[in-house]
């Protein structure tokens, strides 16, 4: 009886030590399938990397190891015990997707397999987590994981119009997005208040749209301004190399060129841009301009198609981002030339000429192999009150166009699937990362879920993803931004990444203290919760 106590015993103990490490294995974000297995890899500087195909990724882990452990370990064709494996299989493309991996962790070692390097990446990100330091080791606990994200759609979008950044620390927001398996930055280059992207044909964009005297501080009713010069910009070098660096993180980079409104930075860099033709300022003043895109001018429409076509020469992005938010109509309205071409065009409202104007840059750009995206105003809805009841939409909005919901009633979402459009969901009450953890907390952040409940499940798939936003008018420095960036972050990745079965909070939470970690390691000033 005595030993039966002992046997019964010894099993749960077992079960016990299994199940707590399993909790300890908790990623960010979770995968789709995690199981806690016997055994432990010790990781030494004779550790081989096997990279097989995946090269690239191979000396991304290496450096990452190097980095985080101080071990070098070396590159090797092959290797019986002691190694990390990356090993391609295109057969896990119809069951794990092209971003879809498996981890196996032995205590010979760890081989991750996926149908292609983005799935092997982030395999190696999440072979990353598990490493821990004990015993005066670098160990992984034996695990299997079988993994793929939920979304083909998990964007961060940086503002760098209102207040500049600079090339480190876009890498450094990058870097961190590599980690969390986002695979998009959304790059916001061009608004009322800053022009930050070199166009060669334009100079004048960046010389003088780059640049505004003073700024406004406070808050959006404020009348205090700091009396200070901001200005910076990216030469098409520079994007280059940022491009670059993203691309080696399986990260795609869509830059935002907006249009017609958010325009007075290019407005008072070429005044014949506007409906005036009358010298302005670039603002210091954040909020809706009043200045607007003549789009009714073959010039001014010349003009933004030669500025797409430089950006579309920098970028490899298949999309194309317009903006196309809150455009205040009033100009065009006064403007007799406006009314003469919105008459001989048969547009009823100025919605509508909006509406001809995008889909004319949707067919520049698909003649380039390229598609358009932009926020939801351009399907045509009233969604501010500075416009008109009257000022919607009749016309429908070019096929192909991705629309990227913030803002208006949600069943919004279901007009634009229902018309056969994709959607990005970045409604700003739950992802704008400018609003403070009083109005979205870190708790409001995990709880988003890209489709809207009650959407018609044959819908679904039109939901590409969602987006989170970092609007940059009160974020004059880097530790402002990052401030609102960390931890929630974490939160959106796992939105965009994690089944909707898989996620639970308090779990989420606890495991941060991993990233707390590595943030405070990176020197990133994050809020705890």
């Known amino acids: ?80 015990t002691n190694y990390i494996r990356l090993s391609l299989d295109a057969k896990l493309d119809s069951t794990l997707g092209k971003e879809g991996y498996l981890l196996k962790v032995t205590p010979a070692g760890a081989t991750i397999t996926a149908a292609s390097d983005a799935g092997i990446f982030y395999g190696i990100q999440s072979l990353q987590q598990l490493i821990t330091f004990k015993d005066d080791s670098y160990i992984i606990d034996g695990v299997d994981i079988q993994d793929k994200p939920r979304f083909g759609w998990r964007a961060f979008m940086l503002d760098e119009a209102r207040h500049f950044k600079g090339t480190a620390a876009v890498k450094k927001l990058l870097e961190e997005m590599a980690a969390l398996k986002m695979n998009t930055f959304h790059w916001h280059l061009t608004d009322d208040q800053g022009w930050r992207i070199e166009i060669k044909k334009y100079p004048l964009l960046t010389k003088v749209g780059g640049h505004r005297d003073s700024t406004q501080t406070g ?54 841009l506007g409906t005036r033709h009358q010298q302005i300022s670039v603002p210091g003043k954040f ?42 109509y009033d100009q065009w309205k006064a403007d007799a030339n406006v009314q003469a071409y919105m008459q001989s065009h048969q547009l009823a409202t100025p919605a509508d000429l909006q509406i001809a104007f995008t889909n004319d840059i949707s067919v520049f750009l698909a003649g380039k192999q390229r598609r358009m995206m932009g926020w939801n ?83 679904h798939s039109k939901i590409l993803g969602v ?19 960390y931890p929630r972050l974490a939160a959106y990745a796992e939105d965009g990444w994690t089944q909707s079965s898989n996620k639970n909070f308090k779990e989420f939470k606890e495991a941060l203290n991993n990233f707390y970690s590595r943030w405070s390691n990176h020197s990133i000033y994050y809020h705890r919760n």
């Open 1 to 80: 009886m005595l030993r039966f106590q002992s046997v019964v015993f010894s099993s749960l103990l077992l079960l016990a030590t299994t199940a707590q490490r399993l909790q300890a294995q908790r990623l960010i974000p979770q995968p789709s399938q995690i199981t806690a297995t016997t055994g432990v890899f010790k990781l030494s500087g004779a550790t081989a990397v096997i990279s097989g195909k995946s090269a690239g990724e191979a000396k991304y882990l290496q450096e990452s190891i190097k980095n985080r452990t101080r071990l070098t370990l070396p590159l090797q064709s092959a290797a019986q």
């Open 219 to 272: 808050s959006w009713s404020s009348t205090v301004y700091d009396g200070k010069p901001h200005d910076g910009f990216y030469t098409q070098e520079q994007i280059r190399d940022i491009i670059a660096f993203a691309a080696t993180r399986h990260i795609t980079i869509i830059p935002e060129i907006e249009m017609p409104g958010h325009s007075s930075a290019a407005i008072a860099a070429y005044p014949w």
């Open 287 to 328: 909020g809706v301009h009043y200045d607007v895109f003549n789009v009714s001018d073959p010039k001014v429409v010349t003009f933004l198609q030669d500025v797409l076509q430089e950006v579309i020469s920098l970028f490899p992005s298949k999309v194309i981002h317009i903006g196309g938010d809150e455009v205040k």
């Open 377 to 459: 105003e351009i399907m045509g809805a009233k969604l501010h009150e500075y416009n008109d009841t009257k000022d919607v939409g009749t016309k429908q909005l070019a096929p192909g166009t991705i629309v990227h919901f913030w803002k208006g009633d949600l069943k919004l979402i279901t007009d634009a699937v229902s018309k056969g459009y994709d959607v990005v969901n970045s409604y700003h009450a739950a992802t704008y990362l400018d609003y403070d953890y009083t109005q979205i907390s870190l708790e409001g952040a995990y709880k988003f879920d890209p489709i809207p409940a009650g959407l018609d499940a044959k819908y």
């Open 467 to 485: 987006g989170c936003q970092m609007w940059g008018e009160w974020i004059p420095d880097e530790m402002a931004m990052e401030e609102k960036v």
